[in-house]
C-alpha cells in the first residue's frame, strides 16, 4: 500500500480555499439560472485514492477491444494532442454503467491506464473481460500502486505534459495517476516554484467538481442514467462520428432527435437546507410531479437531475427555488455549458 498522507490542513480552511466565498457574486434580483462566478484561489492538489481506483490495460488487440467497447474515440489516445480520454460504457440498452478516465502509460503508449470508479471497480473488470472473448487484452487491478490525483484552483499552470487537462472541461484543472515516486516530480512541475499546490483532502476537489455541476462515478445510476441526460456529450466523452459500439443506438438518436429535455445542474442550497440529502426529489410551483431529484453533495453545493422546462420555469416564479420539504435550492447555468441547452424546445 501507498504510505500515508502527510497532515493536511484543517478541513474548514481546505473547502475556503478550494472554493471561496461565492455570496458576493449571487445576483439578487430572481432568475431562473442565476449565475455563480468560481472564484480562482491558490492552487490545490487532492488525492481521490479514496474513490478512483487504477487499471492496467495491455494487449496486443487493446485499442480495437476499447472502440467496441466505449463511447468515445479511442485512437485519439495515439496522438500526442490527447494524452487523455474521458468516456462512458453503457449496457445494450444505451445506459451508462461506468466512465472512465484512459491515460496513456508514460513509459509505453501501447499499455493504457484506467481511471476508474473504485467501488464498482470488480464489476467494471468482470464486464471487460466478459466482452473480451479470445481478444489479446490483458486487464490489471493496480489500485495498490498508483493513485488518481486532481489539480485545480488557481496559481501558474504546471510545466509540459506533467499534469494533463483534464479532458471533461478546462475549468476543471489537471487529472494525473502516479505512484509514490512520481509526487516529487509533479509538485515540482510548476512554472513558478511559489506556485505549487497544497495538498488539500479529496472533499475540497468535489465541491469544486460539483460546483461546475460535474458527477462522476457512482454518482450517475449505474443502468439507469441516459449519458446525455447527466451531459456527457458537453463532456468530451462521445463521438459522434466513430464506428459502432455497444448501446450506440440511444446516443445516436438522442443526439439526432435534437431535443434532451432533462440534464444534470449544479445548484447551491439555501441556509435551511441543512436536512437535504441525495436522492431527495425536487418540486416546483405549479408542477404536480416532481421536477427532479438530488444526485451528489458536497458542503452547499450538488447536482440534480433534473426536466429542464419546468424547473426553469417554475424557479422564474420562485426566485430561482426549487423545493424538497422544508429544504430549498438555487439551480444554476455552469459557464461552460453550449448555448443551446435548455433552449431546444423553445426552437
Known sequence: ?????????????QLRHACGSLESSTPTLPRAWYSVSNRETQAQMSPLYASRGVLRLAGDDLFEFLQGMITNDVEKL?????????????NAQGRQLHDIFLHRDPKDKAVLRGDVDKESLPELVSLL???KLRAQVDISDVSDELQVWARFGSGQYPDGDEWPIDPREQKLGYRKIMGENDKPKAEAAFLDPGAAPVETEAEAYKVWRLQKGIA????????????????MDGLNAISFEKGCYIGQELIARTHYK???????VPFEMTPESEDLKVGAELTASGEKKP???VIAMAERFGVAHVRLAPALAAADAAEGRLQSGDSSIRPFRPDWWPEQ???????
Request: proline share 5%; net charge positive.
Open 216 to 231: 462522476e462515478g457512482n454518482e450517475i445510476p449505474s443502468g439507469e442514467a441516459i449519458p446525455l441526460e447527466y451531459n
Open 129 to 131: 473481460k466478459k466482452h
Open 258 to 264: 435534437g431535443v434532451v429535455r432533462k440534464r444534470l
Open 78 to 90: 495515439k496522438q500526442d494532442a490527447h494524452p487523455v480520454l474521458y468516456a462512458a460504457i453503457l
Open 291 to 293: 421536477v427532479g431529484k
Open 1 to 13: 500500500m501507498l504510505r500515508a498522507l502527510r497532515s493536511l490542513t484543517t478541513r474548514s480552511d
Open 341 to 347: 441547452w435548455g433552449k431546444e424546445e423553445q426552437q
